[in-house]
């Protein structure tokens, strides 16, 4: 029994990257990728999110250290932001966060989220920026 609950907490700590940055930044990189949007709107969501649950974590560090299920609470959370079935973190920043930025005027000097390229130019001029051209090497 002794190293069942080794292996099951080694995977546990494991589970938590993979959930919350190697899974979304995979997707998020298929996600620039694509000419579909709605991805696009679902990794920007969830960074935005994670972040925001980062910040927040390290603020209230020494409250959370003090609940004992608050990491494994954390890890179904961003599990749900993260599947594609839910789409939880379009879900939350559509229904609670948009409210709070549009309530206190972050995006006033923005357009909506609908408008943008409508043929996709700044997405391939951010992948070009990224991704040099062939024959272009960095001078190190």
Do not use: C
Request: glycine share 6%; hydrophobic share 45%; charged share 20%.
């Amino acid at each position: 029994m002794g190293r069942f609950w080794t292996l099951l907490s080694n995977l546990h700590s494991i589970a938590g990257p993979v959930v919350m940055l190697l899974y979304p930044l995979y997707a998020s990189v298929i996600a620039i990728e694509s000419p579909a949007k709605d991805d696009d709107e679902q990794w920007l969501a969830y960074w935005i999110l994670y972040s925001l649950l980062t910040l927040t974590e390290m603020v209230l560090q020494s409250v959370l250290e003090w609940i004992p299920i608050w990491y494994s609470v954390k890890l179904l959370f961003m599990a749900w932001l993260v599947l594609p079935q839910f789409r939880g973190a379009a879900f939350i920043y559509e229904r609670f966060v948009r409210e709070q930025i549009k309530k206190y005027g972050i995006l006033r000097d923005h357009q909506d989220h609908h408008s943008g390229s409508p043929n996709g130019k700044g997405k391939k001029k951010f992948v070009q920026f990224i991704v040099p051209k062939k024959g272009e090497q960095e001078a190190y």
